[in-house]
């Protein structure tokens, strides 16, 4: 089954439960944006709150405790035997990241909309402003369901296979870094934007345009395939066109922003 899912049939699909994962870094709030429109039936989903622990060494984005994300995914609706849909506005990094964690947490059937809500909205169909409050669910949150790196593992897998940078080219080579105290890369990683993962209108490419734009960068069948970014949820995205490539990857959640919290740690420019 593919991660992604078409407007047309999520309209069709039954029983799910749909996620509005609108996020972006440094603002304003989703939230904000969910009430002035989305996909009817569909409940807000915190980035920051319910995807992600508060920030500290292990990154701006660590993993929730397992817990926590089940308490904010029950509370959300989401149960382990119905389909879960995410979606933001159309480029599909915030919903990589719910993807990417449900995912990890053992759900079986969750899938991102192809597009966003921009993809919803172009093909005319209905946005609403009503916020439904949805029954408990019955998650059960399981981790593991997805492969992870830490620190040592990234380094271990830049120099035996390919980790993939899913930064902006010029963070990548260290000529700026708007967010994280130290610019630069993991050294021996591959720079891999996430914007080249998608067309204009903000769908993913094709599955054999992303395979090849893969395997161009290094990942190909019989090498181990990481990725990171600055703090998790961009690299999630990567893992997200990975998969629609047919291409198995790990993430390292702490990203640049756990790398750069040791100063021990190499760190490579250009």
């Known amino acids: 089954m593919s991660p992604l899912i078409t407007p047309g ?9 749909v996620l509005d994962v609108r996020w972006a870094l440094g603002g304003p709030p989703g939230i904000e944006s969910y009430r002035q429109g989305h996909v009817p039936g569909a409940v807000f989903c915190d980035l920051e709150a319910d995807l992600a622990a508060p920030p500290g060494p292990e990154g701006r984005h660590p993993l929730p405790e397992a817990g926590r994300f089940q308490d904010a995914m029950r509370r959300l609706g989401v149960s382990g035997s119905r389909p879960v849909v995410v979606y933001d506005d159309a480029g599909s990094t915030a919903a990589a990241r719910a993807w990417w964690t449900l995912r990890y947490f053992g759900h079986p059937d969750v899938r991102v909309l192809d597009g966003g809500l921009r993809a919803w909205t172009s ?5 609403s402003v009503e916020a439904p409050e949805p029954p408990p669910g019955d998650f059960t949150a399981r981790p593991g369901g997805m492969p992870v790196l830490d620190a040592a593992a990234a380094a271990e897998l830049a120099a035996d296979g390919i980790l993939l940078d899913a930064r902006a080219a010029e963070r990548y080579r260290g000529e700026v870094e708007p967010v994280d105290p130290v610019a630069g890369h993991v050294p021996g990683a591959v720079s891999a934007p996430t914007t080249e993962n998608l067309d204009p209108s903000g769908r993913f490419h094709r599955p054999h345009f992303l395979r090849e734009r893969f395997n161009t960068l ?28 047919g291409i198995p990857a790990s993430l390292y959640v702490g990203s640049w922003s756990n790398w750069v919290a040791d100063p021990s740690r190499p760190v490579a420019t250009g």
Do not use: F, K, N
Not at 10 to 16: G, I, M, N
Not at 218 to 224: E, K, L, M, Q, T
């Open 9 to 17: 049939d999520l309209a069709a699909l039954p029983a799910a439960s």
């Open 123 to 127: 093909e005319g169909r209905p946005v």
């Open 218 to 245: 290094g990942a190909v069948p019989g090498i181990a395939v990481g990725t990171y970014c600055g703090s998790g949820v961009t690299a999630a995205h990567q893992v997200l066109a990975l998969e629609v490539a």
